[in-house]
């Protein structure tokens, strides 16, 4: 079966290869019509010149002018540069040319350096953006305290300025609920909350002076009050 297989195999390929010869072998007879055709046509065309006479009986070649001989006169002064010497340049307006033209020239690149430098300076002097990490961080609780009067102090101005006015002793205050909220209100740039925030630790650590026990237990509830304020990157806040 393979054997089969295989010899019809060859006989189809023997098949292919005879139309392709046969294909070829009109194209060289086609090919060969057309350059007998172009030759004979070529043939045609060259035929002796036919004179074409006037009415007085004298041909065209006859009345044109015959080209005059010119004779090629060799120059003996020929021109080497490599053995002339270099001389200076005396014409006046040659040099005043030149002269234009280099002062063009350096004015164009002296102004192109100073520009240069004055971007270079502005763009050293131009202070760099620094880029810190995005942290999510939850608001203060502290600016909806004093608005919604949970704080037991109030703002009073007063002949010296600003200060807290509270309503209760300090002592009497529960350190570990409200000291963290003041602690909280340091990442909030309002001036006012600001003030209440820095004012109300500063009274509370004030009046907690001796008695260490009212700040012991507060102080690992004020980590995370001081990480989400430094966890903002602010300058203003830092």
């Not at 007879?29 to 350059?35: F, V």
């Not at 005059?68 to 307006?93: F, G, H, L, M, S």
């Not at 620094?130 to 305290?145: A, C, E, G, T, V």
């Not at 509830?221 to 304020?229: D, G, I, K, S, Y």
Request: hydrophobic letters at 35%.
């Amino acid at each position: 079966m393979a054997l089969n297989r295989d010899l019809l195999q060859l006989k189809i390929q023997k098949k292919l290869l005879e139309e392709k010869l046969a294909a070829t072998e009109f194209k060289i007879d086609r090919y060969g019509q057309i350059l007998d055709k172009k030759a004979a046509m070529k043939a045609e065309t060259i035929s002796p010149e036919k004179k074409t006479y006037t009415k007085m009986g004298t041909t065209v070649s006859d009345l044109r002018i015959p080209p005059r001989a010119c004779k090629a006169v060799p120059i003996d002064n020929t021109y080497n540069p490599y053995e002339t010497e270099p001389e200076a340049i005396t014409n006046n307006n040659i040099l005043r040319i030149r002269q234009s033209q280099r002062l063009k020239s350096d004015g164009n690149r002296i102004v192109r350096e100073k520009i240069k430098e004055k971007e270079d300076h502005e763009r050293r002097s131009q202070p760099r953006e620094q880029k810190y990490p995005q942290i999510p961080i939850p608001p203060s609780m502290l600016p909806n305290r004093y608005v919604r009067g949970e704080l037991p102090c109030t703002i009073e101005h007063g002949v010296s300025g600003k200060y807290l006015s509270w309503a209760s002793p300090l002592e009497f205050l529960d350190y570990e609920y409200y000291l963290p909220i003041f602690f909280d209100g340091l990442q909030v740039k309002d001036k006012i909350i600001t003030f209440i925030a820095c004012q109300g630790i500063e009274d509370m650590l004030y009046a907690a002076r001796g008695h260490p026990d009212r700040l012991r237990p507060v102080i690992p509830m004020l980590v995370r009050p001081l990480r989400n304020a430094l966890g903002k990157f602010d300058t203003e806040i830092l």
